[in-house]
């Protein structure tokens, strides 16, 4: 029988207090699968309608994008909007206004590698039929970035929402698209967008998202996120210097959103890790979902919170499904849509 101990006792009083902060969150959260692609299929970019609908797109083995209905319900369904000639990935997607979307495609030499000056604006109108048949739908490539690398993600500039701000991880600059005049220019270029000269591929800058006055990046194999103050207009004030938000201890940050509720935690798609992690105001990262070695997030790369009622506590989480690094080094899946419920970490 053990002998009673100082340390022991000790011991049990910081394993109490653990158990009582414990019980204040409820981790790992829950994880819901909704839709599961064949392998080899690369889940890149998700954007939840005011309707509840998720659009993603799909970078491997072709550029595709899909609606997924019902994702509330027990028998979601999905349907694709469109398959690609032109072009072979489509990296990120977001309404722009009712029913009109713009997004990111190019083509890739390999999965992970963007062929320079590929990469353009695209528009997906579903004007046609007041965006409920998507079927019924335009598709038209806006401007071409002819200066631009791999492409991944875009945001609209707070005034001038016709004009767009595109991160091109391989140069580490944000590209300023102008949707109505059809053209583009250099937006902001930073040392902390650029690509890490350690990393595998040349990938710097991911996700990109404006809020409370900054732009908030990815940059992924130096799993940070990193901001810098900027205006309604989509500059950086004079003298602006980016920062580092939140270094993660983690091998890959893809992308991100922030909520629930509009709210100013951080989601992000830790992709290597299989894992997803929440980081609060204050700076501290949680991981808060996934495991490493197992299937049930396995490769996630992007983040977007529900918008239905009852239903914003929700992040839909998207996977490329380990094609990049499989788990344990050799398993992979179909990338996939799974929803993950954050209620339990507040
Ligand atoms: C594109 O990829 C999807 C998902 O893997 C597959 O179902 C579909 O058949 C592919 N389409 C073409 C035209 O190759
Ligand atoms: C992308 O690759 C396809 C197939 O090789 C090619 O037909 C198409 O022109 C390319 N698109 C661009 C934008 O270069
Ligand atoms: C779209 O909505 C408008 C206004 O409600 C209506 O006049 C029009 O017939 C609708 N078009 C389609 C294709 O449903
Ligand atoms: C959607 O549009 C397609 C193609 O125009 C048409 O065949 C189909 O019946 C429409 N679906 C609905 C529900 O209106
Ligand atoms: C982070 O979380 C820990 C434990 O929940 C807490 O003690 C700490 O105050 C939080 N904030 C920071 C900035 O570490
Ligand atoms: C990865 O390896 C660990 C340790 O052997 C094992 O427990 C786990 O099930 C493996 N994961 C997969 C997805 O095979």
Redesign the pocket.
């Known amino acids: 029988m053990a002998s009673f101990t100082w340390s022991g006792f000790l011991c049990l009083v910081s394993l109490i207090s653990s158990l009582i902060q414990a019980s204040h969150q409820s981790l790992p959260l829950p994880i819901r699968d909704i839709y599961q692609f064949s392998i080899p299929t690369y889940i890149e970019g998700v954007y939840v309608r005011s309707n509840g609908d998720l659009i993603v797109t799909t970078v491997w083995p072709n550029a595709s994008i899909y609606a997924v209905c019902g994702a509330t319900t027990d028998a979601p369904t999905i349907s694709l909007i469109h398959a690609f000639d032109e072009i072979g990935a489509v990296t990120a997607i977001l309404e722009t206004q009712p029913d009109v979307f713009h997004f990111i495609g190019g083509n890739q030499s390999s999965l992970g590698f963007g062929i320079h000056g590929t990469y353009g604006v695209w528009e997906l109108d579903l004007r046609p ?1 007041n965006g ?5 739908s335009t598709i038209q490539e806006l401007v071409r970035i002819n200066d631009g690398g791999f492409l991944v993600a875009l945001e609209t500039v707070p005034d001038t929402p016709t004009t767009l701000l595109v991160s091109d991880s391989t140069n580490g600059v944000v590209w300023r698209v102008d949707t109505l005049a059809r053209n583009y220019k250099l937006g902001i270029q930073d040392v902390n967008m650029a690509y890490p000269p350690w990393g595998a591929t040349p990938f710097g800058i991911d996700d990109i998202h404006i809020k409370n006055g900054y732009l908030y990046w990815s940059n992924s194999y130096e799993a940070t996120i990193y901001r810098i103050a900027i205006t309604d207009n989509g500059y950086p004030p004079a003298g602006a210097v980016s920062e580092v938000f939140k270094a993660v201890r983690a091998l890959f940050l893809d992308k991100f959103s922030f909520g629930p509720n509009d709210g100013d935690t951080i989601w992000v798609a830790a992709n290597a890790n299989s894992q997803l992690v929440a980081i609060t105001p204050d700076g501290n990262a949680t991981f808060v979902a996934g495991v490493s070695d197992q299937m049930m997030l396995a490769g996630p790369t992007g983040t977007a919170f529900g918008k239905l009622k009852g239903d914003t506590n929700t992040v839909y989480v998207i996977t490329g499904g380990g094609l990049v690094s499989p788990i344990n080094g050799t398993v992979i899946e179909g990338g996939k849509i799974v929803a993950i419920d954050t209620t339990g970490f507040f």
């Open positions: 039929a409920t048949n998507y079927t019924k």
